[in-house]
């Protein structure tokens, strides 16, 4: 009709687990027992003998015993360590006697944080936007396109998802080569097309488990109404990609705000460097300014836990969407 073919669809699932809605006639009998005290049944439907819940109960929310999470401590730690002096910083690390911001204002007159981020946004932008078309193309393709060889396309999913396994740090030696070859070392394209290559396979299999089950009636019937392959994907599917779309974008650019190797051999330009590098302009050959290194990396961090804070929802949706049928 319009060049290209839906795969076979798949028809709904009947109502499922048809015992779902029984009630074992004793269940009255054992929910008036739980709540008197906590008990454990066993499959034959005794009783044993009751457990602590201590350690359940803490985690529960609205808690206000509950642990703090240990996804906070690093960041929290970084943050102390800012504030103090950097003599303290190995000699008393405990002690927040002397609490100051004079690391802030060195590491704000010695990094020039405002090109730093200009440049790290930048790259981001633009590598970000590419690397997602390309793989939505790719896994578009995959997902609703009919192979006239089915190992044609198994092979050509798996060249793309092998991305995943290959270290960062292989890649350096044959990428500098390349960049000397394509005469653009020390530019922005040197970066932009690793990051654009690094982002595709973490993006395709996120985005073929969300386009496997979406459901084909949708795009069928926009297909019998006339629309073409482009409308489709703009109109259609991408908008139903939101979550899927919004996790992708939030990790690809914190890679890009993180990512240090690529940064620091592909771009000897001063006037390029990205935020990653602002770490390791408080490191010398014989001295190590401690301070300074902990108050950059906190307005390193700082960014990327607002960014956190506002998509979270996003986030988790898009992880999990497609990882239950159903």
């Not at 454990?40 to 457990?51: F, I, K, L, V």
């Not at 960062?168 to 990051?195: E, K, N, Q, S, W």
């Not at 690529?262 to 602002?278: E, G, K, R």
């Amino acid at each position: 009709m319009h060049g290209f073919s839906l795969l076979g669809l798949r028809p709904g699932a009947s109502g499922r687990g048809g015992g779902a809605g029984r009630k074992h006639p004793g269940a009255a009998v054992r929910s008036q027992e739980v709540q008197a005290f906590p008990l454990r049944w066993n499959c034959h439907g005794s009783t044993a003998a009751p457990e602590p819940v201590t350690a359940i109960a803490a985690v529960l929310p609205g808690r206000s015993d509950r642990a703090p999470s240990t996804a906070t401590f690093a960041p929290s730690w970084i943050a102390l360590l800012s504030l103090q002096p950097s003599e303290k910083i190995l000699s008393n690390p405990f002690s927040f006697d002397d609490l100051t911001l004079e690391n802030y204002l060195n590491a704000a007159n010695a990094l020039p944080l405002l090109q730093m981020y200009g440049n790290t946004i930048f790259i981001a932008l633009v590598s970000v936007t590419v690397g997602t078309a390309i793989s939505f193309m790719g896994a578009f393709a995959l997902t609703r396109m009919v192979f006239r060889r089915r190992r044609v396309q198994s092979s050509a999913r798996f060249y793309l998802l092998a991305g995943l396994a290959v270290p960062v740090y292989i890649l350096l030696f044959p990428v500098y080569r390349l960049d000397l070859a394509l005469g653009i070392f020390g530019t922005y394209a040197a970066l932009i097309l690793p990051y654009v290559a690094v982002s595709i396979p973490f993006n395709t299999l996120l985005m073929t488990g969300f386009l496997r089950d979406f459901p084909a009636e949708i795009e069928e019937a926009a297909i019998i109404d006339g629309v073409g392959l482009w409308r489709l994907c703009w109109s259609i599917v991408l908008p139903l990609m939101r979550p899927v779309i919004a996790t992708i974008l939030i990790f690809n650019v914190v890679y890009v705000f993180n990512e240090f190797p690529f940064a620091s051999i592909l771009i000897n330009d001063p006037d390029m460097v990205t935020v990653s590098l602002a770490v390791s302009r408080f490191q010398g050959q014989y001295t190590v300014d401690y301070g300074g290194m902990m108050a950059a990396a906190t307005l390193v961090l700082i960014p990327q836990l607002v960014i956190y804070a506002i998509f979270q929802r996003q986030v988790i949706a898009g992880m999990t969407v497609g990882a239950v049928k159903g």
